[in-house]
């Protein structure tokens, strides 16, 4: 990896998503869940959880670094809500990478009309693995 290198992933958000994410969160907000309670809110309908396609983050982190690589930190401001059967694309570009292998990466997600929903920077760096 160098300065200047990223990773694309897109994925598009599903009910089925939202529903995992509460099971495995107990986020229940009615925000996400009840179409009335949402509509009487700003975004005047329900919002995908921002931690669904920020998680997409991780895969990519794993797939541009590679096996063994470590998430150490993350700073994240969303931005733009989620809606289900958005497509969104998370993009991740190396930054900056300091003496001791740490990467930082800028991390973008965009729906499909281009908008961006979230951004941030990661830290992560690749373990050393030993051979067998």
């Known amino acids: 990896m160098k300065v200047g290198d990223g990773h694309e992933i897109t994925k ?8 995992k994410f509460v ?6 907000n009615p925000l996400h869940l009840d179409e009335a309670f949402a509509k009487r809110t700003i975004f005047k309908g329900r919002v995908v959880h921002g931690l ?22 993350q700073t ?9 059967g958005d497509t969104i694309t998370v993009k ?8 001791r292998g740490v990467h ?5 997600g965009f729906n499909q009309s281009g908008k961006l929903v979230f951004e941030g920077e990661a830290q992560s ?3 050393p693995i030993k051979k067998e």
């Open 52 to 73: 669904i396609p920020f998680s997409l983050v991780s895969q990519g982190l794993t797939r541009m670094m590679g096996p063994g690589n470590i998430w150490l930190s």
């Open 92 to 99: 991740l570009k190396v930054r900056d990478i300091d003496n």
């Open 104 to 108: 930082f990466i800028e991390t973008k």
């Open 12 to 19: 598009k958000m599903t009910e089925e998503d939202l529903n």
């Open 125 to 127: 760096k690749l373990l």
């Open 23 to 28: 099971e495995i969160s107990g986020d229940d």
């Open 76 to 84: 994240v401001k969303f931005t733009f809500p989620v809606r289900i």
